[in-house]
């Protein structure tokens, strides 16, 4: 309701990136970061591109833990920041330039500057694609976001639980409504298949994501389940895409990346 008139999106492309994409959520906890990481690691590695991916979650930046980057970046000549690679992956965060267990208390214009340098002031080379783990919400961070970046989509990552799909509905629309394409729905902890007797449990209840997707006319574009092993992966700084590539779980990562 906040967004009516047309909010202009800006015209400037990240030299040398062939394409900008956003992962989002309406509400934290999802696994919204664990979805964008894991999504990297399998584009880079398993689709074989040349992958960026950018920690815009200011508030709790998750990819120096699960990409287990620990060091601050280099500076060009030009000033300008160089991302840190690891697993194939060029990576960026707010959390290489904070201290690790610091709060992160910034008001709205500092968290805006800091969003702009994380974008404009790195120095990402050639990339087929940088994957983008936005903020959660719809807020002012959000929306400078995607004014900043030419985004070609954005990925909206929800449970299948009702309360987490209201907010990535209004997600999906913050993006329709600054123009920006929606490649479609993940559905993150679709079901838990039992370790024991393989029966699927839906914890979070069934397909909500893929119905939600289906009612507003967007792709659906895979499903992952809720799985000990990503957990751990991502506690480890290990994704489970190259802990264990050949497991059910990575192809599930592997076929959603190949969908994207
Ligand atoms: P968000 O970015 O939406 O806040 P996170 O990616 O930080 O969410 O995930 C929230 C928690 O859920 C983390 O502890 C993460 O390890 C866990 N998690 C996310 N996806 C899965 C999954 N498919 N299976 C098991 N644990 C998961």
């Avoid at 992962?23 to 696994?31: F, L, P």
């Avoid at 500076?75 to 990576?91: A, L, Q, R, S, W």
Wanted: aromatic share 6%; glycine share 10%.
């Amino acid at each position: 309701r906040g967004y009516s008139g047309t909010i202009k999106r800006s015209q400037l492309r990240l030299e040398g990136v062939k394409d900008v994409i956003a992962v989002a959520s309406g509400k934290g906890g999802v696994g919204k970061s664990t979805t964008a990481v894991n999504l990297a690691v399998a584009l880079a590695n398993k689709c074989q591109l040349r992958v960026g991916l950018l920690d815009a979650d200011v508030y709790g930046p998750s990819v120096p833990m699960m990409m287990k980057i620990d060091r601050k970046p280099d500076i060009t000549e030009d000033k300008k920041m160089i991302p840190i690679e690891n697993y194939g992956v060029k990576c960026m965060s707010i959390g290489f330039l904070v201290e690790k267990d610091a709060p992160i208390v910034w008001r709205g214009p500092m968290v805006m500057s800091a969003l702009a340098k994380m974008t404009r002031g790195v120095d990402w080379g050639n990339l087929d694609i940088l994957v983008v783990d936005m903020p959660p919400g719809t807020g002012d961070a959000q929306l400078t976001m995607t004014q900043n970046l030419q985004l070609s989509g954005a990925l909206i990552v929800s449970t299948p639980q009702d309360i987490a799909l209201l907010d990535a509905r209004r997600g999906a629309n913050m993006f329709s409504k600054v123009g920006v394409p929606i490649l479609g729905f993940v559905e993150n902890m679709s079901f838990f298949k039992c370790p024991h007797c393989g029966e699927p449990s839906f914890i979070f209840g069934k397909e909500g994501a893929r119905k939600a997707a289906a009612s507003m006319g967007h792709n659906f574009i895979g499903e992952i389940p809720l799985e000990v092993d990503v957990r751990k992966g991502s506690d480890e700084g290990i994704p489970v895409v190259i802990s264990a590539p050949d497991s059910a779980i990575s192809k599930a990562y592997g076929d959603t990346a190949q969908n994207v």
